[in-house]
């Protein structure tokens, strides 16, 4: 099973970056997808999550009407759509899968599977 997140890098506030993570090797129509991201010295934050079995989503309040997931399951790919983005978003995002989606939120323990993270800065 791999995960692969690209589209991250360096961008000034209120600037937008999509993200992507790219799957093999898993179940892709009945797993649920999260992104989530970690700063250094903070624990690992949930920001969103999607079903692919019913299209269910769960965002983060503090990303909630700026951030949007969506699920492309011919590519078993999920892309973040991040909008209007602040110096607060900046951190390395990953993104993980696991059958369950309830376990999709927090700082994600209990997901099965994880990529290795994408950059991503926002500038002030």
């Known amino acids: 099973v791999q995960l692969v997140e690209s589209g991250g890098g360096l961008v000034q506030a209120g600037g937008s970056l999509r993200l992507s993570c790219t799957t093999s090797g898993l179940p892709f129509d009945n797993y649920a997808i999260g992104w989530f991201r970690q700063v250094p010295g903070k624990e690992r934050e949930g920001v969103s999550c999607i079903d692919n079995r019913d299209g269910a989503t769960r965002y983060a309040d503090s990303v909630k009407g700026r951030f949007t997931i969506t699920s492309d399951n011919a590519r078993n790919t999920v892309f973040l759509q991040m909008n209007s983005l602040n110096p607060e978003d900046s951190a390395v995002y990953y993104c993980?899968?696991?059958?369950?989606?309830?376990?999709?939120?927090?700082?994600?323990?209990?997901?099965?599977?994880w990529g290795k993270g994408t950059q991503v800065t926002v500038s002030a």
């Open positions: 993980a899968g696991d059958w369950d989606f309830d376990v999709c939120s927090g700082a994600g323990r209990g997901m099965d599977y």
